[in-house]
């Protein structure tokens, strides 16, 4: 069974075809995070506009590399929520057209959840994927770790999980773009903390780990502590402007401040991974969303959790379209209800 997957709700314009759920036979992204640089942060008219100008382009290039024409397509898979509602609308429109026109059933994706579904892509004709050699076995323990979620969820089954525990204010991902810009490192935050992480002292500087409820997460008082260390560092008082800052802190500070962040955000996610695995024992543990990207997260978690951990190629890892194909397919063929292609709409606070 072949789906397309189409994938809008940031900045990614991103179009795949994955075949029976863990086959890859494409898997294009065309970012605009180029524009969004000089503002910091994604501006969402910017990523709105540019999916209209890259939707079509990138779904033909995907279906091209997949080899196959779309009469092929067994059914389309569209993240329709969580998301930005601009960005969202033009993949859910393009999807419910395609379906139309082609008389294909439409599958509305869950983009948190098909985060986690990247990790049973399994095998690919791509070239230089670095895939795990099976798929997870149940119960699944989900570290979900993006730009906008924090959670840890057990499934379970497929569509069967419990919510462990989540944050209550920044997800991680945000906590590293937030620390980035105090420290004056381009956005996105992630991989610039990690890369200037890589020359300094991560015991540097200790901040301190929120004291939440099991397996809750809070990040916003982690930012606020690096905020008044940077502060404290130049000698300066609260009041200190902090989009100031970065210019005043050596280079060996921003790469002390970035490493010791990064351990202990790091840290805390660990900690409690590592307190549901011997809770619940599950058979396997997957990484998912753009902080699975982080090599810290990777190490610290390899040291705690048996070899069963299999971490998912990096560009699985942010914005795809295959994990949606992918989640689409389980979907599709454990007999999930099908959307409207006249009627669906987007849901851009759409949780799990
Ligand atoms: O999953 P994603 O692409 O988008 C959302 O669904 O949110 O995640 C984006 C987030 C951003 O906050 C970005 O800074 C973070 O993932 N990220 C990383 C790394 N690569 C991306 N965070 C830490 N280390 C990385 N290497
Ligand atoms: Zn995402």
Do not use: W
């Amino acid at each position: 069974m072949l789906i397309l997957g189409i994938e809008t709700s940031c900045d990614e314009t991103a179009a795949a075809v994955v075949e029976d759920g863990y086959y890859m036979r494409s898997n294009v992204v065309a970012s605009s995070i180029d524009l969004h640089i000089p503002y910091g942060g994604v501006v969402p008219e910017i990523a709105a506009r540019n999916h209209i100008e890259s939707i079509l382009p990138v779904i033909g290039q995907a279906l091209h590399e997949a080899h196959c024409r779309f009469e092929a397509i067994d059914a389309i898979a569209v993240t329709n929520g969580a998301g930005l509602g601009g960005s969202l609308l033009i993949g859910v429109l393009t999807a419910r057209t395609l379906a139309i026109i082609h008389s294909r059933p439409l599958y509305a994706v869950n983009h948190v959840a098909a985060h986690v579904y990247a990790n049973f892509i399994n095998r690919t004709s791509l070239p230089d994927y670095t895939l795990p050699p099976s798929q997870p076995g149940f119960p699944l323990l989900a570290v979900i770790v993006s730009g906008g979620h924090s959670q840890l969820v057990l499934f379970y089954d497929h569509f069967d999980y419990t919510i462990l525990g989540q944050t209550h204010d920044d997800a991680i991902g945000e906590a590293f773009d937030k620390v980035a810009k105090i420290l004056g490192l381009p956005y996105p935050g992630g991989p610039s903390i990690s890369k200037t992480a890589r020359k300094g002292d991560a015991n540097a500087f200790t901040f301190p780990k929120a004291k939440m409820d099991k397996y809750d997460f809070s990040f916003s008082g982690l930012k606020t502590a690096v905020l008044r260390l940077a502060q404290a560092q130049i000698g300066e008082s609260y009041g200190f402007p902090s989009v100031k800052l970065s210019e005043r802190l050596s280079e060996a500070q921003k790469r002390n401040i970035a490493a010791s962040f990064q351990r202990v955000a790091v840290e805390t996610v660990v900690d409690k991974v590592k307190l549901a695995y011997e809770e619940y024992a599950p058979k396997s543990v997957v990484l998912a969303g753009g902080v699975a990207a982080n090599l810290e997260l990777r190490r610290q978690l390899k040291d705690v959790i048996p070899p069963n951990i299999n971490f998912p190629d990096i560009r699985l890892c942010t914005d795809n379209a295959a994990m949606v194909a992918t989640l689409g397919y389980f979907q599709a063929n454990l007999g999930q209800t099908k959307a409207d292609p006249y009627t669906l709409s987007t849901v851009p606070n759409l949780s799990m």
